[in-house]
Structure formats: C-alpha cells, structure tokens
C-alpha cells in the first residue's frame, strides 16, 4: 500500500534556528515528490519537485533533498513568514497524487 | 482560466439532502484531482481523472460518493444524502498529465452539514 508518511506533525523555532522536516514514503511507481506551503484556509502552493535520488532544490531559505525513501526540507534562519504547514505528496503511475499530513511550523521571532 | 475554481466557496446544507461541488480546472490541464481534508490534516483522496475518464475512485468514501467530469474540463463532486460526517474542506486540484508537473489547488469548497 502506498503511503507518505511526515514529521514531526509539529514544530517550533526560534527565528533563525535552522531545522528539517521529513518526508518517507513507500509508493511502487514513484514518478515525482512534490513539497507544498499551505498558509490557513488557503490552498497548497507548490514549492519544489524532485524526480531522482540525489537530487537537490533550493529556493531562498528552503532547499529539498530526496533519497530512495525521504525526502528532507531543510529550513535555514527561518523567519516569522515561515510559518506554515508543508506538505510532501509523491506522484505516482497513473498521475494519481497521494499527499502526507504535514509538519505545521512555526516560527517565533 | 487562470487558476483552479471552485465553486461555491462555502455551503451550508441540511442533512439528507444532496450536493454539488464544482471545480474548474485550469485550461487545457488533463488531470483533475478531488480531495477532502480536515482540519490540521494534510489533503486525503478521493478521485481523479485523466481527460474525462475517472482513473481511481478508490478514495471515494462510500457510494454517496460520485463525480464526474463529462467534457474533459468542468467537474462535479456529488454528495447524496449528507450526513453531518460529511462536514470537511473539499479541495480540487489540476494538473498537466504525462510531463509530471504539479498540481495546482483552487480554494475550495467549505461544506457544513447541519
């Protein structure tokens, strides 16, 4: 059975304390993991893709990494407008998208 | 358009009676993604389709349950006979099939069933 799996479900920081969040996964067919932000009653936004083991992605004070069972989002000097909840989904055959339940962050000033 | 729709926003409805959520997708995405999600809870499946071809209902909770998307673009997620259990955020999402792209979210639709 395919399944995501993050944690921790929860994490606070100081500002500028960096840390990481996991993302497992045992899925046949993995096509893609994907990392989404989603701020309070709003929809995921997409942040990064990665397709191979090895890969890396960075975008600001993010940056995704993915092995053959994880994928880490480290955060580096988080800041307050950090504060969100990510979230990892993988692709798998047939373009069906299974998602986790997310790591809620926040970040204290 | 140039985002997913979802329409409408929020629904208030009596339980039994029936549901309709609607979900435009962005112009010419093929795949079309329905979840629910909870309060504090990462999305949960529901159903898909590639075109207008449904390609795993498997997460359809029970046979009150049905969507459909006739064209290939506008779909609709029904709810038959609601139950308060059925009270969630109904999320749709959209993608471009077969060059594993993301998928985008609309808003959502808060359903409450009172």
């Known amino acids: 059975e395919d399944q995501v799996t993050q944690s921790p479900e929860a994490l606070r920081l100081q500002e500028g304390e960096s840390s990481s969040l996991n993302c497992s996964y045992t899925?046949?067919?993995?096509?893609?993991l994907f990392w989404y932000r989603q701020d309070p009653g709003k929809g995921p936004e997409f942040l990064f893709t990665?397709?191979?083991a090895g890969e890396e992605k960075e975008k600001e004070r993010l940056k995704a990494t993915l092995t053959k069972k994880e994928s880490f989002l480290h955060i580096t000097a988080p800041k307050p407008e950090d504060s969100a909840t990510y979230l990892c989904a993988v692709l798998v055959a047939g373009n069906q998208f299974y998602f986790g339940t997310g790591t809620s962050l926040t970040v204290i000033p | 358009g140039a985002g997913v729709s979802q329409s409408p926003r929020y629904k208030v409805t009596k339980r039994g009676q029936d549901v309709a959520l609607r979900c435009d997708p962005i112009s010419g995405h093929v795949s079309l993604y329905w979840y629910r999600q909870a309060l504090g809870q990462g999305p949960e499946f529901l159903t898909y389709f590639n075109y207008e071809a449904q390609q795993d209902k498997s997460g359809l909770p029970n046979d009150r349950f049905s969507a459909e998307r006739p064209e290939g673009s506008i779909s609709t997620l029904t709810i038959q006979r609601t139950e308060q259990r059925d009270s969630a955020m109904y999320r749709c999402?959209?993608?471009?099939?077969?060059?594993?792209?993301?998928?985008?979210f609309g808003q959502g639709t808060r359903l409450t069933v009172v």
């Open positions: 999402a959209s993608s471009l099939a077969g060059s594993n792209t993301e998928a985008f």
């Open positions: 899925v046949s067919g993995l096509r893609g």
């Open positions: 990665l397709y191979s």
